[in-house]
T-cell receptor, first 110, second 116 residues
Framework: GDSVTQMEGPVTLSEEAFLTINCTYTATGYPSLFWYVQYPGEGLQLLLK?????DKGSNKGFEATYRKETTSFHLEKGSVQVSDSAVYFC?????????FGAGTRLFVKA | GAGVSQSPSNKVTEKGKDVELRCDPI?????LYWYRQSLGQGLEFLIY????????KSGLPSDRFSAERTGGSVSTLTIQRTQQEDSAVYLC??????????????FGPGTRLTVL
């Protein structure tokens, strides 16, 4: 069945460091791919998405490119801030079901 | 309302009791989802509604779990004869009228269930 694998955390970075959170998937067909974020004390919310191969989703300085050849959707940000500390979830949606990864907790130190 | 709401926010119950969790989706959203998030785990898909019908119930972990949606709006997730392994945060989400795979899901704050 469909699945999502993302790098285990926690990831600890200093402010202004470069961030990569790896996400790979297995799926039949052509799913849409998402990154959701859960800030401390808040609900889950969409960060960015891509609906077809080679699409790049971007938001708040974060980017991810839908790579069909490597079945990946890695999340990147060039310079993280303390306010980016959160749990990040990679997800795929095909048909009615959305499959989420286990989440990666990011800590950013000042 | 402005967003997805869920009630109660916290529920503590004894093993063997039944519980009902409620979700109010964003007005006009016809697609509604239930997920379970156990401590340190990702989100586990439970069930999806399009309108009042549930074309995909494959995620319900056992026959103790059931869900319904009436009037195309409010949904209730019921867990009968709760077990300690049911302890988790139960999240509800809704999405735009198209209800397709590329739609953004809007999540509620969740109900934290603790089974003693």
């Amino acid at each position: 069945g469909d699945s999502v694998t993302q790098m285990e955390g926690p990831v600890t970075l200093s402010e202004e460091a470069f961030l990569t959170i790896n996400c790979t998937y297995t799926a039949t067909g052509y799913p849409s791919l998402f990154w959701y974020v859960q800030y401390p004390g808040e609900g889950l919310q969409l960060l960015l998405k891509a609906t077809k191969a080679d699409d790049k989703g971007s938001n708040k300085g974060f980017e991810a490119t839908y790579r069909k050849e490597t079945t990946s959707f890695h999340l990147e940000k060039g310079s993280v801030q303390v306010s980016d500390s959160a749990v990040y979830f990679c997800a795929l949606a095909g048909g009615f079901k959305t499959i989420f990864g286990a989440g990666t907790r990011l800590f950013v130190k000042a | 309302g402005a967003g997805v709401s869920q009630s109660p926010s916290n529920k503590v119950t004894e093993k063997g009791k039944d519980v009902e969790l409620r979700c109010d989706p964003i007005s006009g959203h016809t697609a509604l989802y239930w997920y379970r998030q156990s401590l340190g785990q990702g989100l586990e898909f439970l069930i999806y509604f399009q309108g009042n019908s549930a074309p995909d119930k494959s995620g319900l972990p056992s026959d103790r779990f059931s869900a319904e949606r009436t009037g195309g709006s409010v949904s209730t997730l019921t867990i009968q004869r709760t077990q300690q392994e049911d302890s988790a945060v139960y999240l509800c989400a809704s999405s735009s009228p198209r209800g397709g795979a590329s739609d953004t899901q809007y999540f509620g704050p969740g109900t934290r269930l603790t089974v003693l």
